[in-house]
């Protein structure tokens, strides 16, 4: 059986032996802890505990999935319950242990005191099921004496049923009783089956319907879809075909993420106090970044990657795409304080390479505090609100860095015969041609730098760019997807560049032949003058302007008329930053493999809300790579809508690619 994943623990966590109390029905049943850990394979369900009972009111025998978590005298003598369910005795009353003393259990030797750990709980959404019994813990109501507080827990199912019975009386307990928040406007749910996903725009009443109703805005269009309107009133905004109206009481939550888990404290969650243990250290030497094997291990799991907090996911998804694996934009990090910069330049990139960039290459964690403290500097420099608190662009957070440490641009690009134009980033917004449903990161900048007549003035060593949509509102494709690498050849100025045709030096290239799928279709047209006159000699092409390739004469004499062998100019990728529904979340490549990827989400446990701090954590996502090796054929089949978890996460909803150059790195 797969190896627990670690993950954080709340301030209350019990340790092994410690006496606790819990809550069965209307009476406190009182016992001691034999195992205090995430379950085999269920991280995301949270930490659970396994009690030695003081009564045989138990069904559990102490294993999971096969796995044997700790050892009971009999099943009638063990539970298995979730963390926030159980309280540690702090009365002697309660710590004073009956006469019969059953006989003690082995521990489990996974089962490691985790009191370091400061996690607020998570509950499972399901209950677990013992290996041989079925059984589940109990969730009694709060009890009538005067003991620690406790979330509302629905009526429990009776000990002593059939394990069937107990398995789809426990179901009903987790999914229809369990204490959730009310869907509101806002939520991510999913209705019919299969599911249509979107997010609830709009909550009333429509006359002539008995039942309240939501108002959705879905995913992906649907050809009985509005735009927010029904029977001619319109009740919100959106896309047309993506809205829906349907009753809410059909709708559940979205199940492609976690469940919303009542948490014992929420204004803990809000209390940078109870996180006081997150703290990450400042590390002056210069961390080079991990590869491979040993990259995976120092970074997965639970309280890994960039806590997020106060709507931070655009910030913290940006900063681990460009420093966690990847050197290209280092010199931001390492270049020589400017004469005479400004105090907050020189705080900022002491702040980026300190405390954020090399505790995170080091140690695989930043907290949220540091990453506040670039906010506020953000904001106090730039003198633009909302750094500290509003949810922000990655193109803005980026730009305003950047700027404010004077970095050198990362692209120059040139228009015609005019003057190179130095940015950061560039936008892809290409002519959307009708029979491409899913293109690629190669085909769209093409599409871009052909139809607006750019050229890259030189060859970057970093290039962000992206996708063709407007923030999280509109995109102009189903899916994107990232090219693995980029050739930019064809797209520089002043290179040389081989006959589409005949492979020889390139004297003329010609815009109107690229949508021409007759002639090498996907590829930028270019020719020598042989080829040029016979390709425009056809009447459909009689029209076309070819114009002279911009390369010095000098070097087409060089080289003559036959077939040469040119280095090509490609680009790799290294990370793409993803969003959905307001939320940003980043894929980064983190080896050489084809399936060196992780995915990295600072606010995996979707519980800080809008002021609260976050769990963070990274995760392998090797099913990535088949999609990522697509050609252009299979890309042509593909149905955007067939794509489920990570893979759609990273194909519908990338936001920016990044890509780098390792040989221009190494210099520029």
Excluded at 116 to 132: G, N, Y
Excluded at 563 to 569: E, H, T
Aim: hydrophobic residues 35%; charged residues 25%; glycine residues 6%.
């Amino acid at each position: 059986a797969p190896a627990p994943v670690p993950v954080p623990a709340p301030p209350h966590l019990l340790s092994l032996r410690q006496r606790i109390y819990f809550h069965m029905d209307s009476s406190v049943q009182r016992g001691e802890v034999q195992f205090c850990d995430v379950l085999p394979a269920k991280a995301q369900q949270g930490v659970f505990v396994g009690i030695l009972l003081d009564n045989p009111v138990g069904s559990w025998d102490g294993y999971f999935k096969g796995q044997r978590l700790c050892s009971f005298p009999a099943p009638e003598y063990g539970i298995l319950l979730p963390l926030s369910k159980v309280y540690p005795a702090r009365s002697p009353v309660a710590d004073q242990r009956p006469a019969r003393t059953p006989q003690q259990p082995p521990s489990h030797p996974d089962a490691a005191s985790l009191d370091e750990r400061t996690q607020a709980p998570l509950s499972p959404k399901k209950p677990v099921q013992s290996r041989r019994s079925g059984s589940t813990g109990d969730q009694p109501p709060p009890p009538s004496q005067p003991d620690p507080p406790s979330p509302t827990r629905p009526h429990p199912r009776r000990h002593g049923t059939r394990p069937e019975e107990a398995e789809g009386e426990g179901q009903r307990e987790a999914e229809g009783a369990e204490s959730e928040p009310p869907l509101e406007v806002g939520s991510m749910v999913e209705v019919n089956e299969p599911p249509l996903y979107g997010v609830i725009r709009w909550l009333g009443e429509i006359r002539g319907i008995a039942d309240r109703v939501a108002g959705l805005e879905l995913d992906e269009e649907l050809a009985a879809g509005t735009d927010g309107s029904y029977l001619g009133q319109r009740y919100f905004y959106c896309p047309p075909n993506k809205g829906l109206f349907v009753k809410l009481r059909n709708c559940r939550r979205d199940s492609r993420f976690p469940a919303h888990q009542a948490l014992a404290n929420q204004v803990e969650r809000c209390n940078s106090i109870a996180f006081a243990d997150w703290v990450s250290e400042r590390v002056e030497e210069h961390t080079p970044p991990l590869q491979g094997e040993e990259a995976r291990e120092r970074f997965s799991g639970w309280k890994k990657g960039i806590q997020g907090n106060c709507n931070s996911c655009y910030l913290d998804a940006s900063l681990f795409c460009l420093f966690s694996f990847n050197t290209a934009v280092d010199s931001v990090l390492l270049r020589p304080p400017i004469p005479q910069a400004p105090p907050p330049a020189l705080r900022a990139q002491d702040l980026l390479r300190s405390e954020i960039v090399n505790p995170l290459r080091r140690d695989g964690y930043v907290c949220a505090t540091k990453i506040m403290a670039l906010r506020k500097i953000l904001e106090k420099a730039g003198q633009s609100s909302g750094f500290t608190s509003e949810e922000k662009d990655p193109e803005e957070f980026l730009n305003k860095l950047f700027q404010l440490l004077n970095v050198e641009p990362l692209l120059k690009i040139r228009s015609d015969s005019q003057e190179p134009q130095a940015c950061f980033l560039y936008q892809l917004f290409p002519q959307h041609p009708a029979a491409v449903r899913v293109p690629s990161i190669q085909t769209l900048l093409e599409w871009s730098f052909v139809h607006a007549d750019l050229k890259f003035h030189e060859a970057p060593s970093c290039l962000l760019l992206l996708t063709p949509r407007f923030g999280k509102d509109y995109k102009m494709f189903e899916a994107v997807l990232p090219s693995l690498t980029l050739d930019i050849t064809d797209l520089l100025d002043d290179t040389l560049r081989q006959c589409t045709i005949c492979q020889s030096v390139a004297v003329w290239e010609c815009v109107q032949c690229y949508e021409d799928t007759d002639i090498t279709p996907g590829h930028i047209k270019q020719y020598c003058n042989i080829c040029s006159k016979q390709v425009h000699s056809h009447r459909k092409r009689g029209s076309h302007n070819p114009r002279r390739v911009g390369v010095p004469e000098a070097q087409w004499a060089k080289l003559g008329a036959d077939p040469v062998a040119l280095a090509r100019q490609r680009l790799e990728l290294f990370a793409v930053l993803c969003i959905e529904t307001s939320h940003y979340v980043s894929f980064v490549k983190h080896g050489p493999g084809d399936a060196d990827w992780l995915f990295f989400d600072s606010m995996a446990d979707r519980e800080g809300g809008q002021n609260g701090f976050n769990i963070p954590q990274v995760s392998p996502c090797p099913e990535v790579a088949p999609y990522l090796r697509l050609s252009a054929a299979q890309l042509s089949e593909l149905v955007p809508g067939s794509l489920q978890g990570r893979p759609r996460r990273l194909l519908c909803d990338a936001y920016m690619c990044l890509y780098h150059s390792p040989e221009l790195s190494l210099y520029k």
